[in-house]
């Protein structure tokens, strides 16, 4: 009677992809290890489905190197960043000396605008909370088109194209000139966090500073929205990142917007998909 024993010596590294209706989620770890399991993440899609909205979400935690995404294609394809733009806006003003800090206040123009809250003088910080569209044209125009274009160059900020001088205080705003996919805002954001941009500390953290939109002794929230109203539908944005737990995880959302009533979905999807991965809670 033989005895036949088989050994198997093997390794599999094994990557997911897991499906939920329209929700695709990559779960892969950093290392190299095989150990891992993939992660079970929740269906983002049911958050857009609620507000009866089409769009995109893409969440990064950048300790486990895992991304959850909702509407991969969307996430990389190229749209106008809008508003988001200001976060680099505000880079280059404090750093070349446009404005001497995020409290120097700007003159209004007098000019009503359909935002109540923009018609009144007001300084960068505050502007940045208010997404004062004037404000930003001024520390553009004052930047210059060749200044504009070299600090793009040197970010490699979307498809860097600012147009000509003639755009030079609405390039971010128009869909035929600078573009941004969701996933390049991550990488953006990263880079930010990590105070890999070509500013000085004081500039970055003045900008992270202003970037805060909710602190509590649990986490801090950072973000920029963006309403893009040169293209059909109106797509809106919100950017940021949410470090809690010892990690951070950078977010990128966009949503079709058909009202201005549809302009708090964005955050609420954004927060609602951050609460499926247990953030935004109380810790015990």
């Given at each position: 009677m033989q005895s036949f024993v088989f050994t198997v010596i093997?390794?599999?590294?094994?990557?997911?992809?897991?499906?939920?209706?329209?929700?695709?989620?990559?779960?892969?770890?950093?290392?190299?290890?095989?150990?891992?399991?993939?992660?079970?993440?929740?269906?983002?899609?049911?958050?857009?489905?609620e507000?009866?909205?089409?769009?995109?979400?893409?969440?990064?935690?950048?300790?486990?190197?895992?991304?959850?995404?909702?509407?991969?294609?969307?996430?990389?394809?190229?749209?106008?960043?809008?508003?988001?733009?200001?976060?680099?806006n505000a880079l280059v003003a404090l750093e070349i000396g446009i404005v001497p800090d995020d409290v120097a206040v700007l003159t209004w123009d007098g000019i009503h605008r359909e935002i109540d809250a923009w018609n009144h003088d007001t300084n960068l910080r505050q502007a940045f909370k208010d997404s004062t569209v004037w404000f930003y044209q001024v520390l553009a125009r004052r930047t210059g088109y060749e200044r504009?274009?070299?600090?793009?160059n040197k970010v490699?900020?979307?498809?860097?194209?600012?147009?000509?001088?003639?755009?030079?205080?609405?390039?971010?705003?128009?869909?035929?000139?600078?573009?941004i996919t969701p996933k390049e805002q991550i990488k953006f954001l990263q880079r930010l966090y990590q105070s890999d941009l070509?500013?000085?500390?004081?500039?970055i953290n003045l900008v992270k500073e202003i970037m805060i939109r909710e602190q509590t002794p649990d986490y801090t929230l950072?973000?920029?929205?963006?309403?893009?109203?040169?293209?059909?539908?109106?797509v809106g944005w919100f950017v940021g990142y949410l470090e809690q737990n010892k990690n951070v995880y950078f977010f990128a959302t966009t949503l079709d917007m058909l009202k201005a009533e549809d302009a708090p979905a964005r955050i609420e999807i954004t927060r609602r998909s951050l609460k499926d991965l247990g953030l935004l809670a109380q810790i015990n």
């Open positions: 093997g390794c599999f590294a094994v990557v997911s992809v897991i499906t939920f209706g329209t929700m695709y989620v990559v779960a892969q770890p950093a290392s190299t290890s095989s150990e891992r399991p993939a992660v079970k993440a929740p269906n983002f899609g049911r958050h857009f489905q507000f009866g909205r089409e769009g995109s979400i893409l969440i990064y935690d950048s300790k486990n190197n895992r991304i959850y995404e909702h509407n991969p294609q969307r996430n990389v394809t190229a749209i106008a960043p809008a508003s988001t733009f200001k976060i680099f504009m274009q070299q600090f793009i490699g900020y979307g498809n860097r194209k600012i147009g000509t001088a003639a755009d030079i205080d609405r390039f971010w705003l128009q869909q035929q000139l600078l573009q070509p500013f000085s500390q004081r500039t950072r973000g920029k929205t963006g309403w893009l109203t040169s293209r059909k539908p109106n």
